[in-house]
């Protein structure tokens, strides 16, 4: 057998062992060429699917495996390696890390990062190989630790194998959650050409690809070459009228009529998006309130509302407006006419614009002696970019808005006399807010494999190395304290961080609220910085399997080897964020730190009974690994698997195993950042007495009692108060020195039912897994929340987390390091389905997958736990449904993705939030749930036969999201929302609307 033919049929009968290992999810029907692979195995011997380490000669296993194919990813429209696994079931049914996920909010690796959190147990929980060997991470900032998804091009990837349980006795620490294998075309002799191209039917968020590849096999190795050019457009929220003009979206209650507040300038629901062109007053005659000045700019507002209040009674609290200016926010039409969306709105990105640059080569050389030489090496350039906007304010205290305007020594209002102002802010708009990131991945692998008398071994190192920059426009936090825009004037002095020159800026002009700011004003204010992030694994690992001896039952398999690992990551923020001097931002130092692992691992398959009643076979797998790391110490992880196949139409299988986590070297060694957070967001002390008089709350409750207990932090809380103006800080940190590692139990019970003669197969799996002390964050509401409701308060040391006012009763600091929390379970059942037939006109064959998640919840402390199960971003339910007819050359695909309905109300009514909002002195009612969506794909493929320039080509074309559903929507003041638009992974393809692809391929 030549060396083509032994790599194509080994690729060939792994893909088809994880076929019918997992009762094949995305795979393909059998053809007449797997087939004959089939036949050809007892020539070929042995394969090592993955899972195990040890080669078999059956194609079966105790562990459940899912199958992406290229070739599937291709029919739906898919040219992205992290859309072709965040759709996959085992990842739909929770939150996702993709490019626009990362955008959005401050997510491990970085902006334009996107990973695969298998179950939602974390992207660090999640074990990425290549080609069965372990990859190193990639992204930016602090947070790197898990394998960036954009650093492979789908064109490269023959399949993808995902192992559905843990396999740290296996693979090693952080394969928690189970294993994603990503796995190359080798089998190439010859050349491909591909192209793609994917055009929403709306503007914007078009995806283009260029490939190739080629191959040439020879007596003694092979060689093959691939290159990627891949572009995605930026996709802005001007670009679909779902994405902006964020609405309040309520209704009467229990109705479906909407009850939003009006714009009378357009007819429709008021948009809600970040304010602009205004000023604050806040003074005595106010109240307490403030009173909100607007800026004319389209020179209409007087046919709206008053210049003043119409009610006597409040009349004289309020003074005439500046010139150009209205009193805003004080009755239901000025209401309506708040500015909440700005032009720069509409050019924030809702998918980044990204390009990425991919090679990758792999080789091999026998030496002689059974004795080949390999090596592979992956680089790879990612340039990514995210427009956005922002508010940003100054405050003048002890100044007169009025008297500025009216003239200094005025004394207030000529008309009311108003006077007693304590200070003023200005909201102006900026779209300096842009973010952009430039990674450049690097990978070699060198290794040597052979026999040894029937045993395979196989010797290699790895190096990873990568290096990124990410540039982020800032505003200055000194320039913006310096610049006493009412009071005096800074020209002449030096800002004391930044050392510029200052200038003096008048925060309530109204060319400067809108954002329309001279260059003087922005070379002054504002600055662009650029940090960098290196993260390098190095590691040299080793291995020995074969067969001991023969049993009654069947030869009695064993696998042993090491690997020694070193990681290293070093983060240098920019220079602003290094001085703090980020106005609005986080500030963070440099975030440095090692690690080294040792691991010895041994690997057995023991064939226990074979050909009895009832008793096919009975096989026994166990694998124990020995861990030991620098920081975490050491520890013993195992794995138990049994496999009895009953007969040719029935399988059950088990697995139960343990995992370890030493904690990510950003867990341990992040220096201290900090960031900012709305106190209302985070404090569970807010309007106790109104809480009371809707009766959720009782005065009984551990919450009201602890809030009130002057005994607690600042002393206690008011039972009317409504929270702090100000933002609260919150400082994370790592947690080195105090952090365990994490340590989990993972059971998979399963049975595969295939009758004969029925081309059927049915798969359905029980997982359960169980993460204890967990590494994690409690998140700056976890920490008072757990305080509040600590039986031990106000004595328990995370009250000691944070600081609350005693004057105030404001939420001054929340320290938010990493530590060990509970646990964090996860369990429920895996439904695969494939069925295929023959007919007269061609072949029809349809598969379908299903994870319904039974239990999805994590306990920060023993008696404080949330339940994530059914909230919006963790369905119940998700599956998809595909159906491919085939006829000569050509092959008709239809697909449909699902996801489950998801509801937050349950955890808001327990919270005694209410699910109703008063507008205006009116009683509406919001939406906090996603109702059951789906998505339809259609593609036509011919391949022509043939020689020469008539054959080997390859046309599809289709159309993804076939009846242009939209994300579901909800009210943002429940859910996190673009638009209206419900923001969460599970629904990033609906953003683009439906769109048309097309793909053209030559081989040769």
Request: hydrophobic fraction near 35%; charged fraction near 20%.
């Amino acid at each position: 057998m030549t060396l083509r033919k032994r790599l194509r049929d080994t690729s060939a009968l792994a893909g088809l062992a994880a076929v019918l290992i997992a009762g094949p999810a995305f795979a393909q029907e059998p053809t007449p060429q797997q087939d004959e692979d089939q036949d050809e195995a007892a020539e070929l011997g042995e394969v090592v699917v993955t899972g195990s380490r040890i080669p078999q000669n059956e194609f079966t296993s105790s562990s459940p495996i899912q199958v992406l194919t290229a070739e599937r990813a291709e029919q739906r429209g898919l040219s992205d390696t992290a859309q072709l696994l965040q759709s996959s079931t085992l990842a739909a049914g929770s939150p996702q890390v993709n490019a626009t996920i990362s955008s959005a909010f401050v997510t491990d690796g970085g902006p334009g990062s996107a990973t695969i959190s298998l179950r939602g147990l974390g992207a660090n929980r999640t074990l990425v190989l290549l080609n069965g060997r372990r990859a190193g991470p990639a992204g930016t900032r602090g947070g790197v630790s898990a394998f960036d998804l954009n650093v492979i091009p789908q064109s490269a990837i023959n399949r993808v194998d995902v192992l559905k349980d843990g396999a740290s006795s296996i693979y090693g620490s952080d394969a928690v959650a189970g294993v994603v294998n990503l796995i190359t075309e080798r089998a190439r002799d010859g050349g491909e050409m591909s192209a793609f191209a994917s055009v929403p039917f709306e503007e914007g968020g078009e995806q283009f690809n260029i490939s190739g590849s080629f191959g040439k096999t020879f007596d003694r190795g092979y060689l093959n070459f691939s290159a990627d050019y891949y572009r995605q457009e930026k996709l802005a929220a001007g670009d679909r009228d779902y994405l902006y003009c964020r609405n309040q979206y309520v209704f009467e209650p229990g109705t479906n009529t909407r009850a939003d507040r009006i714009d009378p300038r357009t007819g429709q629901p008021q948009c809600t998006d970040l304010t602009w062109g205004q000023v604050y007053v806040y003074g005595s005659n106010f109240s307490g309130r403030a009173g909100r000045f607007q800026y004319d700019y389209d020179g209409d507002l007087g046919n709206y509302i008053p210049t003043r209040p119409t009610n006597p009674a409040v009349s004289a609290q309020y003074p005439n407006a500046p010139a150009g200016f209205y009193l805003v926010n004080y009755d239901v039409p000025s209401r309506a006419v708040v500015n909440n969306l700005h032009p720069f709105a509409l050019e924030e990105s809702i998918v980044p614009e990204t390009e990425r640059y991919t090679a990758f080569v792999e080789g091999a050389y026998e030496l002689g002696g059974g004795v080949e030489a390999y090596a592979e090496l992956l680089l790879n350039r990612r340039e990514s970019r995210t427009d956005s906007y922002r508010q940003f304010w100054n405050y003048t205290y002890t100044a007169d808005f009025l008297d500025y305007y009216y003239g200094p020594g005025a004394g207030g209002d000529p008309v009311t006399g108003f006077t007693g102002l304590n200070y003023l802010s200005a909201t102006a708009i900026t779209d300096h807010f842009d973010q952009s990131q430039t990674v450049d991945y690097s990978r070699l692998v060198a290794g040597l494999r052979g026999d040894l008398r029937g045993w395979k071994w196989d010797v290699f190192a790895q190096y990873s190395r990568s290096d990124g920059d990410y540039t982020s426009d800032v505003i200055l936090q000194d320039a913006v304290d310096s610049t006493s825009f009412k009071t005096s004037s800074c020209v002449g002095t030096n800002l004391p961080v930044s050392g510029r020159p200052c200038i003096d800026v008048d925060f309530t002009d109204p060319r400067f609220l809108a954002g329309d700011l001279t260059a003087e004003e922005r070379a002054f204010l504002f600055d662009t910085e650029t940090g960098n992030t290196v993260y390098e694994q190095y590691y040299l690992e080793g291995g020995i399997a074969g067969t001991l001896w023969e049993l009654p039952a069947g030869p009695l398999g064993m696998a042993a080897g090491f690997h020694v690992r070193k990681d290293e990551i070093v983060d240098t923020p920019g220079a602003v964020t290094l001085a703090d001097n980020s106005w609005g931002l986080s500030g963070a130092g440099v975030t440095e730190g090692e690690e080294t692992t040792n691991e010895v691992y041994v690997e057995f398959a023991v064939p226990l009974l074979a050909d009895l009643p009832y008793v096919q076979s009975l096989d026994l797998s166990l694998s124990g690994r020995y861990t030991d790391t620098d920081t975490s110490g050491d520890a013993t992880t195992y794995k138990v698997g049994l496999n009895w196949a009953v007969s040719d139409a029935i399988r059950f299988r088990a697995t139960h195993g343990t995992s370890f986590r030493a904690p990510a070297l950003f867990e341990l060694y992040l220096a201290d950042q900090t960031s900012f957070i709305g106190q209302r967001n985070i404090d569970p002390c807010l309007n106790l007495d109104q809480r009371v008089a809707d009766g959720t709350l009782q005065t009984t409750d551990p919450v009201y009692v602890n809030c009130r207990n002057p005994a607690g932090p600042g002393g206690g809380v008011a039972g009317d108060f409504t929270g702090g103006v100000s933002s609260a800080e919150v400082v994370t940190g790592g947690g080195l020195g105090v952090l365990e590692p994490e340590t989990s139990q993972a059971t998979v019970i399963g049975v595969v039912l295939t009758p004969p003669e029925s081309n059927l197969s049915i798969a359905v799996d029980y997982f359960d897994i169980k993460i204890e002390d967990q590494v994690d964050v409690l998140g700056a509401g976890g920490i008072l929340a757990a305080c509040y409701l600590s039986e031990n308060f106000p004595s328990d040391p995370i009250c000691s987390q944070f600081d609350r006012n005693p004057t105030t009763s404001a939420i001054d600091q929340v320290r938010d390091s990493y530590l060990n929390v509970a646990e964090q379970n996860n369990r429920g059942l895996d439904f695969t389905t494939r069925w295929f037939h023959d007919f007269s006109w061609g072949t029809l064959g349809i598969d379908s997958q299903t994870t319904w998640t039974l239990e999805s919840n994590q306990s920060t402390f023993a008696d404080f736990g949330t339940d994530f199960l059914g909230d919006i971003g963790n369905p119940e339910l998700v599956g998809n449904i595909n159906a491919t007819v085939s006829r000569g050359p050509w092959t008709a695909f239809w697909g449909f993705d699902w996801i489950g309905n998801q509801d937050n109300r349950p955890d808001r009514i327990r919270n005694g939030q209410s699910m109703f909002q008063v507008i205006d002195g009116r009683t509406t009612q919001i939406k906090a749930d996603a109702e059951f969506t789906g998505f339809h794909s259609v593609s036509l493929t011919y391949e022509s036969e043939g020689d020469g320039w008539t054959g080997g080509w390859t046309v599809s074309g289709g159309i993804a999201n076939l009846f242009d559903e939209l994300p579901p929507a909800a009210s943002s003041t429940a859910v996190g929302t673009q638009g209206n638009s419900i923001l969460a992974s599970q629904y990033t393809e609906a953003y683009y609307g439906r769109r048309a692809f097309v793909r053209l391929s030559k081989s040769f």
